[in-house]
């Protein structure tokens, strides 16, 4: 009987004998030592596979493919469909291994003529197997064609299997909360990233954010993913659109070059280098004013308390490095001390001194609040120390470099006439231009290279709707949709293709008349041979999708399931919520509401606006609408900051701003929902309401009150586990123990604010909790993290706080972000339940459904930048969409559907 092999070992464990493997070199082409073999005359490179073991089996594959082009007219190639994950051909089922690593093909023929006479061989016979063919070959391929997820359960999604085609527009829609963001974000882009960070080393991957492993059966075909969300960029005041899009540094390339006097190396234009940047203001533009009054009290001692900046009382570090750095007496006022004693208390630089029995270094007191508050970004600051700030503080322009950030040499030196500030001050659209006189310019040929590549970045910003921006514009100035898409410039000139691009809502802040070119952008990356991921709610870009992936059926825990998956003309005619919306959306409202007053708003002037004068209705839903960048957030905002609202009693202002909260933050947390919920356990039960807050007495001891335990993994990604002591409930037992109407405090936490409301029927509870369900969020959990909401639901968070604060007037500034067509009609009524209620409700708007359902509609345009800031329409949506504007075509086109 003879031995069977599999892999180059015998059932017995003994290693296939080596002079047969010898014979195999003798006979055929010699496998090189990195894995080349010849085909036809072409040199192949096979992987390099170490070991005996592995060896044998790449000359048996060898072999079988010489003898398969020998007796039967196929392609000299392996099949891909039938390889381990090694890369080495495995036998199929019309193929047997036979004797010492010979293998019998179908038909008969043998794998080594050496082996003929082996009696094994001779006993054997198999069914004939089909010809390896081209088609067959492309079959194989084909099946890479799809990303395929199986059984995904990240955040809320069921258990979904789904197969997303490759190398084409993919959109995901459903209604907010749906699980959009789980699949395409958490799923899908996570899974590629984490894959591709595997491939660098540990000691980099320790460096490298690291995402998760999706809680995901199989995500198979994964290809490398670049993901553009809507985050923000951070708010640091040294990164401006140019430094954030590469455009600065091309133009400290044609300067160093071209400039008129030569002032040296590219580095020499840089406001972030000490050779470039202005000394006065150290490269940010601005400088600040200290008030002494606002930080010391003149009249007190150290002792009593003289230092009134934070974290400076007595007996602090900081305090004792003045009371007790030997040249201040701690018990004079400050009001009598001499001028060298004021100098050195306030002004002087650090110094090494003794204080507490340590060696250290002071400081004067100005010289490091500056430090430590004003050197510092604000955004990143508490609240109390950015108040402090404001408190002590006074920023204004740089007098030196007047804003510009460069020192004389660098913000002097000309070409064609501009200087680099004046070029980074102009509006992008016209900066294209004048970097197109450059390029065949004669006297620019040493820069025509740079030249070339910057007016392709600064086309590409034109593009994508930001040519009303300026290079100067500091980053963090920009909402989600703009920073997104300043994201995105850089890969529309990219010539990387099979790439994965992964695109949350790109459309955000966009007018009707853009939103077409952005979805002509994302069609030529496609073209390209990438692969698109676009969550989107909007009909115009879902309408051309080559595939949609529809999740649903609701929102939170009704939904997280696979509603639809196919062409555009599937969904239109399922039976789905986004089906039924593509061509069933809300229209006109029948008659207008009449206004109860007016509110002028007169020669406005902020930004882009020219010298703007307009009265809008009060008591109604006005909208204010125009292509980006055309000047609405500045007259509305504008007219707030200087008190040109005045008329409008309180006002409330929700804008994009992003929530943001730690790990322990909850809807019951930061709607204050949780205040009262705890006066009242304590009241019913005789304790402190300290006991049922999971950030003090009462948290669990082993997780700290999160309910879950963290593991630190270094390079690896952080693992979360149920904390065993309390079970995930994040309070001690003796909390738990206490009850409110047969339910503890983590029962509590864990009812949706529909079953909450019915749970506490009056009281302060029960108006919170009335207002989440007027803006539609019903479905959520007291209790779940923030980090877990999508951004439409933040969103309507954000509102329902707002709408609680009580006001005259609410200014909402695209309150549509993130909402799907059937989440805006929840919308709708909300705004008209404010107005009913007699409040003034001021919309900034491009929705063309929210722009429907107006009372009044003011379109500033014509176009964005010094082409806007002038109000081109007010009036009706009826009057509008007979209007000779941009919105009112759209308006108009809307609608007729």
């Not at 790449?58 to 190639?77: F, I, M, N, Q, S």
């Not at 000490?274 to 150290?302: K, Q, Y």
């Not at 007098?399 to 102009?426: D, F, I, K, Q, W």
């Amino acid at each position: 009987m003879a031995l069977e092999h599999r892999a180059g070992r015998s059932r017995t464990g003994g290693r296939a004998a080596p002079v047969a493997a010898a014979r195999d070199d003798v006979a055929g082409n010699r496998l090189g030592a990195q894995g080349e073999e010849r085909r036809d005359g072409q040199r192949a490179v096979r992987p390099a596979l170490p070991g005996d073991h592995a060896l044998q089996r790449v000359r048996l594959a060898r072999a079988d493919a010489r003898l398969a082009r020998r007796h039967r007219d196929v392609e000299p190639a392996l099949v891909d469909d039938d390889r381990d994950p090694r890369g080495v051909r495995q036998p199929r089922r019309d193929e047997r291994w036979l004797g010492v690593g010979a293998r019998c093909h179908a038909g008969g023929h043998v794998a080594s003529p050496r082996h003929r006479d082996h009696p094994a061989l001779r006993r054997s016979r198999v069914p004939e197997a089909e010809p390896v063919t081209a088609g067959t070959r492309q079959g194989a391929v084909d099946r890479h064609d799809v990303i395929r997820v199986r059984g995904a359960r990240v955040n809320n999604l069921k258990d979904i299997d789904v197969d997303v085609p490759k190398r084409t527009l993919t959109v995901f829609t459903g209604v907010s909360g749906s699980g959009k963001s789980s699949l395409v974000f958490g799923t899908i882009a996570a899974e590629s990233q984490r894959l591709i960070n595997e491939t660098y080393s540990a000691f980099l991957q320790n460096f490298m954010a690291t995402p998760a492993r999706p809680d995901v059966d199989a995500l198979e075909n994964l290809s490398a993913a670049i993901v553009v969300d809507q985050e923000r960029m951070g708010a640091n005041s040294r990164s401006t659109v140019g430094t954030a899009t590469d455009v600065n540094a091309v133009l400290r390339l044609v300067w160093s070059r071209l400039s008129t006097p030569h002032v040296g190396p590219s580095f020499h234009f840089s406001f972030n280098l000490p050779d470039g940047m202005c000394p006065e203001c150290e490269g940010t533009g601005r400088v600040s004013a200290i008030d002494e009054s606002a930080i010391v009290d003149r009249d007190l001692s150290l002792n009593e308390g003289a230092i009134t900046v934070p974290n400076f009382t007595p007996n602090t570090w900081y305090w004792k490095l003045f009371a007790e750095g030997g040249r201040l007496d701690p018990d004079k006022k400050l009001r009598d001390y001499s001028d060298e004693e004021w100098d050195w208390f306030m002004y002087t630089p650090a110094t090494k001194v003794r204080a507490g029995g340590l060696n250290t270094t002071y400081e004067g007191l100005v010289v490091k609040v500056r430090r430590l508050f004003l050197d510092k970004e604000s955004e990143s600051s508490q609240k109390h120390i950015k108040a402090f700030v404001e408190r002590v503080a006074t920023f204004t322009t740089c007098p030196a470099c007047g804003g510009s950030r460069l020192n004389e040499a660098a913000r002097t030196a000309t070409v064609a006439g501009h200087t680099l500030p004046e070029c980074c001050a102009m509006q992008i659209s016209d900066l294209v231009t004048f970097v197109r006189s450059l390029v065949d310019d004669p006297d620019c040929a040493p820069a025509r290279p740079a030249l070339v590549s910057l007016t392709d970045l600064l086309g590409s910003l034109v593009e994508v709707g930001l040519g009303y921006l300026s290079l100067d514009r500091e980053s963090g100035t920009l909402s989600g949709g703009e920073a997104q898409r300043v994201k995105m410039v850089r890969h529309l000139g990219s010539a990387l293709s099979d790439i994965t691009y992964v695109f949350d809502e790109p459309t955000i802040g966009l007018h009707p008349h853009d939103i077409a070119k952005m979805t002509d952008l994302l069609i030529r990356l496609r073209d390209k041979g990438n692969t698109v991921l676009v969550v989107e709610h909007k009909p115009s870009v879902i309408e051309r999708a080559d595939h949609v992936v529809d999740l649903g059926p609701a929102a939170g825990s009704y939904g997280g399931q696979l509603t639809y998956a196919g062409d555009v003309a599937g969904l239109r005619a399922s039976d789905t919520l986004t089906g039924r919306h593509l061509d069933s959306r809300p229209g006109a409202r029948d008659g207008t509401r009449r206004p109860t007053g007016q509110l002028a708003i007169r020669n406005a002037t902020t930004h882009n606006l020219k010298d703007v004068s307009v009265d809008l209705p009060l008591g109604v839903l006005t909208v204010i609408t125009g292509v980006a960048g055309s000047g609405k957030s500045s007259l509305i905002h504008g007219s707030l900051a200087d008190g040109s609202l005045a008329g409008a009693g309180e006002v409330r202002v929700v804008d994009q701003a992003a929530i943001r909260g730690s790990m322990r933050s909850n809807p019951a947390t930061y709607t204050g929902l949780l205040d009262p919920v705890r006066t009242l356990f304590a009241k019913a039960n005789g304790v402190k309401p300290a006991l049922f807050s999971a950030n003090s007495e009462g948290a669990c001891p082993n997780c700290k009150g999160l309910g879950v335990v963290y593991t630190d993994l270094a390079m690896m990604a952080g693992v979360s586990t149920p904390c065993e002591e309390c079970g995930g409930k994040r309070f001690t037992p003796e909390v738990l123990a206490y009850q409110l109407d047969g339910k503890n405090i983590a029962e509590v936490l864990d009812l949706s604010v529909s079953e909450a409301r019915d749970f506490f029927a009056k009281g302060t509870p029960r108006k919170i909790l009335d207002r989440l369900v007027d803006v539609g969020l019903g479905y959520i959990r007291l209790g779940q993290p923030l980090s877990t909401l999508s951004g439409g639901e933040r969103q309507r968070l954000k509102l329902a706080i707002r709408m609680g604060e009580g006001a005259g007037t609410y200014v909402l500034d695209e309150p549509t972000t993130g909402l799907h067509m059937a989440d805006i009609e929840t919308l709708l009524g909300m705004l008209d339940r404010l107005v009913e209620q007699g409040n003034s409700v001021i919309v900034i708007e491009h929705n063309l459904a929210v722009m429907a359902h107006a009372d009044w509609i003011v379109d500033i345009g014509p176009g964005a930048g010094h082409d806007g800031g002038q109000v081109v329409f007010e009036g009706t949506p009826a009057e509008l969409a007979r209007a000779d504007t941009l919105t009112g075509q759209h308006l108009a086109a809307y609608l007729a559907k």
